[in-house]
């Protein structure tokens, strides 16, 4: 079920599956790079920690609100086309942040509704984009392309963070720029990708059975349904990326290029563990690895918060993302390598409401927990 084919690296011979994956990298360099930005710029205009929490539930409160809606347009409707079209709305959200960076008086509350553009955007696009993805590579070679394509967004989010944090010194319009442009590429290599049979032969009534079919399934399957509710609640409770910038600030006394470092830290680890299991996947004791690892992901979490050193953080950072990785893997063998594929955008959306739960509902707990608290108990510590 978890098996890797061995020469999982033939697939980028796979002329599609290039294409995808060149829009997964630069989607993943542009949200990487947009959030250390908007994380930063939202903090200078407010210096409240509550203000970085609700970047979080903006960009989350759209794919939880319309997860039922999302998924079931990405099993009746194009799924290259529904991804273009969000990669270019947030190539337009990044326009509008550059707008406001510019004029240097900006209020926040114009962050907050293009971030809610940006969660919009983001909650069509991750259903068609996941549901697209097992139709593009062979069944034997399916969990390469897992591993192959988690290396590629983790490559991305490594970057991301760095160079987000290092162009922020030349100011955020640079970064929202830049950002804007790689979702625009991405949006025309995505549609560049040869169409694929429907996974619906005829298009459904939309009917509360239809829209639900997703969560049906789900809770149908208990083995996938653990697994994505222990990450929920792990990294809910557990994660304090929105704070980062409060922690780099004041904790640690760094500037925005150590901001961007700390963001690349859980992604470098994730990287590192994604090109572990691409070569020795699990296929064994599955449950207990996946319980070690969300208990490994704890306690970093908590060296993290009590750490006042630049390297300790980053170190505790790389573990979390490599124990993250593990559910990530898991999960997504599961989800989307078991469900038919008539059913995939449906699943995949739900999937993405318990991804979006756990992190960016889980930055707006954290924010709200560190403006009544502080930032180093709520961060962990």
Not at 43 to 64: E, Q
Request: proline content about 6%; some cysteine.
């Amino acid at each position: 079920m978890l098996s890797p084919a061995p020469s999982g690296w033939t697939l980028f011979r796979n002329r599609d599956f290039r294409l995808f994956g060149g829009a997964r990298f630069l989607t993943g360099l542009a949200y990487q790079m947009q959030a250390v930005a908007v994380g930063w710029f939202v903090y200078d205009l407010t210096r409240s920690a509550l203000a970085l929490g609700f970047v979080g539930l903006a960009s989350f409160a759209p794919a939880m609100l319309g997860a039922l809606v999302t998924g079931h347009v990405a099993d009746t409707y194009d799924r290259r086309r529904i991804a273009a079209v969000a990669y270019g709305l947030l190539a337009l959200a990044g326009l509008g942040l550059m707008g406001l960076a510019v004029s240097h008086t900006a209020p926040v509350w114009p962050v907050y509704a293009l971030m809610v553009l940006v969660g919009t955007a983001r909650a069509f696009a991750n259903p068609a984009s996941q549901a697209l993805m097992p139709t593009l590579v062979p069944r034997e070679q399916f969990g390469s392309a897992i591993a192959l394509n988690s290396s590629l967004w983790q490559s991305a989010s490594v970057t991301g963070p760095a160079l987000g944090g290092l162009l922020y010194a030349l100011g955020p319009a640079v970064v929202f720029g830049l950002a804007a442009a790689c979702f625009g590429l991405a949006a025309l290599s995505i549609i560049g990708i040869r169409p694929r049979p429907a996974a619906v032969t005829t298009r459904p009534a939309v009917t509360w059975g239809t829209l639900l079919a997703g969560l049906t399934y789900i809770r149908s399957q208990p083995v996938v349904l653990g697994a994505i509710t222990l990450d929920l609640v792990a990294v809910l409770l557990g994660g304090a990326t929105a704070l980062l910038p409060i922690f780099a600030q004041e904790v640690l006394l760094v500037g925005p290029l150590g901001l961007g470092l700390l963001r690349s830290m859980p992604a470098l680890g994730s990287v590192a563990t994604a090109i572990v299991l691409a070569q020795r996947p699990l296929t064994r004791q599955v449950g207990p690895r996946l319980l070690l690892a969300v208990g490994v992901f704890g306690l970093a979490t908590v060296g993290f918060g009590l750490s006042t050193s630049l390297p300790l953080s980053m170190a505790c950072l790389f573990v979390t993302g490599a124990a993250d990785m593990v559910s990530v893997y898991v999960r997504q063998s599961l989800v989307q390598g078991e469900t038919p594929d008539a059913m995939r955008g449906r699943v995949a959306a739900v999937n993405t409401v318990f991804i979006g739960a756990s992190n960016e509902l889980g930055e707006f707990e954290s924010g709200t927990l560190a403006a009544f608290i502080g930032a180093v108990p709520a961060g962990g510590g």
